[in-house]
Each structure stands twice: as structure tokens, then as C-alpha cells.
């Protein structure tokens, strides 16, 4: 999840730049692929078996080091203990990474460019027990997989293209997955709305993290495979917000689950 692979994907990163320091939505077709889901969020599929406009769930707050941490050092097995007992104890299917969050866990070397972190989350993660399915939320077809195989990385990754109408198009980004997840796919294959799609992955294949699916929404692939950012720079977010919008607009979950730009508490809902 580094540089950019392609000099046209790198001449439309620095539009957006260009167009955000002139005052402009740095995206230009963002508007329109934002207001098409919108107005279309009524046909989405639940990602999940359980129903994510209803369900109880525990909001994490993994902006500072809490009762439950993830990534860096930190010990997944125990983590994952600590997690699975809260959402029992609140008979919550389902724990809550938010979009937006400024996460403790980017500021290693790793995920630093040129001095500053890219820390901001571009996703939404859901947490829940390993192999868990995941389902299409709308009809679409494979762009490209891997398996991001590097520690806090994304491990098995699927990246499905979406086209429901003319003009229409965007991605979503399936991460931490189990590494059968990626078996029998090939590029262009079709998936429709509601299929069974992949299922969370365990540490260490996804990534060493709790399981949990990283989704993500995303306007331009700016020329990548396989995978993307994942999170950006705080410096930048404005842009990548325009590029990667708030997953929420499929997952239609009524709570807070998107970061502040000031402090959060663990919500329990």
C-alpha cells in the first residue's frame, strides 16, 4: 500500500490535489457517485448474516490504547479474547472500527511517508469471530485479489467493480479475509448482489489483526490491484475522503461510526 503504479493514476492524484487547493470537490465525479448510492442505499444487501441497520453492536474507539488494542505489538489471540467477551456480554453480533478514526496503531514506520503517518482509516471494519461470510452488497464483477501477505497488512484482499448504471462506476475493497477466500477467483468473474462472496479471515493470515473485514468504498483505483490505501495522511484527508467516501452509505448503520476530528468513548449500543 505504497506508491501509485502508473503515471496517468499519478497526473489524477495531483488533479484532485490541484482542484481541493482551488476550492473544488477534489474528485469531480464524486458528487455523483455519492448521491447514485444514496438514493439507491434501499436495494444494498447486508454484508453480513446479521442485519446491520438493527443489530446491537460495540462502537471501538482505536484512536487511543483502550481495554481492546489493535495492531502494533499487541497480542491478536489475547485481544481477540478480550473483544469476543465484551460483545457477549452486550449480546452483540458485531464490533464497530469507525471510518475517519486517526488510529494509534498507523503511527509505526510503516506506515509513515515522508514523516507523517497515514493514520486516518479509510474503512469501516466489522469484528467478528473467524470464517464469518461476508455478502455482496450489490451486483458486480471481481477488478482484482491478492493475498497482502506482510504483517498489519491486509492479507487476502478482493476488490469487486461495480457498474449498476451508465456513468456509474465505483469499487468496494473486502480485507483480512481467510485465504480461501481468494479460491476459484479470476478477473471479471460475476458476483451478484447478496452472494456469498469471502468469509474473515484469522491471524496471521489476515494480516495478524482480530478478525475482522475491513470495508471500504473507493472511487479510483488510481492504477492499483489487489489492493489500496487503506488509510491517509491527516494532512490529506479531504482528498482521500472524496476519493474513498464514508462506507456507511452501504452498510446504512444508524450509529456513530464515523470519527470526530476531537476525542471518542467506547459506545455500546
Not at 457477549?88 to 458485531?94: E, F, L, S
Not at 506506515?111 to 455478502?135: C, M, W
Request: proline fraction near 6%; include cysteine.
Amino acid at each position: 500500500m505504497t506508491a501509485l503504479r502508473s503515471t496517468a493514476a499519478a497526473q489524477r492524484l495531483q488533479s484532485y490535489q490541484d482542484r481541493f487547493a482551488n476550492g473544488e470537490e477534489p474528485m469531480p465525479e464524486a458528487a455523483n457517485l455519492r448521491a447514485w448510492i444514496d438514493e439507491n442505499r434501499d436495494v444494498f444487501h447486508s454484508v453480513m448474516e446479521c442485519d446491520l441497520k438493527t443489530c446491537a453492536k460495540i462502537v471501538y474507539d482505536f484512536s487511543s490504547n483502550g481495554d481492546v488494542v489493535i495492531g502494533g505489538e499487541s497480542d491478536p489471540a489475547r485481544q481477540t479474547e478480550i473483544m469476543w467477551q465484551q460483545l457477549a456480554d452486550a449480546n452483540a453480533p458485531v464490533g464497530i472500527g469507525r471510518y475517519r478514526e486517526d488510529r494509534i496503531c498507523y503511527q509505526s514506520e510503516q506506515f509513515k511517508n515522508d514523516g507523517e503517518a497515514r493514520s486516518q482509516h479509510l474503512g469501516i471494519d466489522l469484528f467478528a469471530p473467524a470464517y464469518t461470510p461476508v455478502f455482496a452488497p450489490l451486483d458486480g464483477v471481481v477488478h482484482s485479489f491478492a493475498d497482502n501477505n506482510l504483517h498489519l497488512d491486509y492479507g487476502p484482499t478482493i476488490i469487486l467493480q461495480h457498474e449498476p448504471a451508465e456513468g456509474i462506476r465505483f469499487y468496494t475493497l473486502y480485507g483480512h479475509l481467510s485465504r480461501e477466500s481468494l479460491d476459484g477467483l479470476y478477473k471479471g468473474k460475476e458476483i451478484n448482489a447478496g452472494e456469498l462472496l469471502c468469509r474473515f479471515g484469522d491471524f496471521p493470515i489476515n494480516g495478524d489483526w482480530i478478525p475482522h473485514l475491513h470495508f471500504q468504498i473507493i472511487f479510483d483505483m488510481l492504477g492499483r490491484e489487489g489492493d489500496f490505501f487503506g488509510a491517509a495522511k491527516p494532512s490529506e484527508w479531504d482528498i482521500w475522503e472524496s476519493i474513498c467516501p464514508n462506507p456507511n452509505l452501504i452498510l446504512q448503520m444508524p450509529e456513530n461510526v464515523t470519527a470526530s476530528r476531537g476525542g471518542y468513548r467506547c459506545n455500546r449500543v
